[in-house]
């Protein structure tokens, strides 16, 4: 992985608002009706995960919190991260996830087991559009609404050294645009979502990257709507703007 220093003072003050936007996420009850759905979930469990503890909670980002490079994935899964509580892990399209991390050089292991795995990620932040596992993985426009204080409190952290964003699926594609757009940033091009598009938004004297993939959900892969050499493209593609970037 690389790894880029920054000075001590300003890594610590990204980790403290890091630390606080997590908080506030984990604590936020905006969506009753989520958070009673979340929580029930997490009682009455999967049978293969019966014998295990949901974390049943809002997600919070997970990453570097001096990364240049932003991810923006739809929701947890009910079973997945709304389990671990750790953004993309503990269903499938995390295996997709992090593989392709690790080798595109974002992550510094290609899987995750248990919270105390080890698991990194470097110059790399994961961030949601939702934070609570929707039923049936299908947010509501006013569930996004309500949730979006959140993904503008993650664009706040590492928007003074973001340069590229990487959309997961349609749903995050808008958000993502929508919140960059409220942000100032102003588009070349009408940002549409489709695999591997590529936008570029500006504002003042930066120039900022969206690029989008397919979600690595499992309708999608075992489809081979996506496959990993498309997947692989895109985050090579992130590195390749990061590399010319420094
Ligand atoms: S979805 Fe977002 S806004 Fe709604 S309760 Fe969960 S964390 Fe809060």
Known sequence: ?????????EAA????????????????????????????????????????????????????PTARLLIVGLAPGAHGSNRTGRM????????WLYRALNRAGFANQPTWERPDDGLQLSDCMITAALRCA??????????????????????????????????????AHRAAVK???????????RPVFGHAAEHTATRERRTLHVLCTYHPSQQNTSTKVLTEPMFDA????????????L
Request: glycine share 6%; charged share 25%.
């Open 1 to 9: 992985m690389k790894t880029i220093d920054y000075s001590t003072d």
């Open 88 to 95: 993309f892990t503990g269903d499938a399209s995390g295996h």
């Open 13 to 64: 003050k990204a980790q403290a608002i890091f630390d606080r936007n997590a908080r506030d996420v984990i604590a936020c009850n905006r969506c009753p009706e989520l958070r009673e759905y979340i929580a029930l979930v997490a009682r009455e469990k999967r049978r293969a995960y019966r014998n295990e503890t949901y974390w049943g909670k809002p997600v919070p980002a997970f990453g570097d």
């Open 179 to 189: 919140m960059l757009e409220s942000r100032g940033w102003r588009f070349a091009t």
């Open 134 to 171: 929707p039923p049936g993985n299908k947010p509501k426009p006013q569930q996004l609404v309500n949730c979006s204080v959140h993904l503008a409190a993650d664009f706040a952290l590492v928007e003074p050294r973001l340069r590229v964003v990487v959309s997961l699926g349609a749903i």
């Open 234 to 245: 895109v985050w090579e593609r992130a590195r390749t703007l990061l590399d010319a970037a």
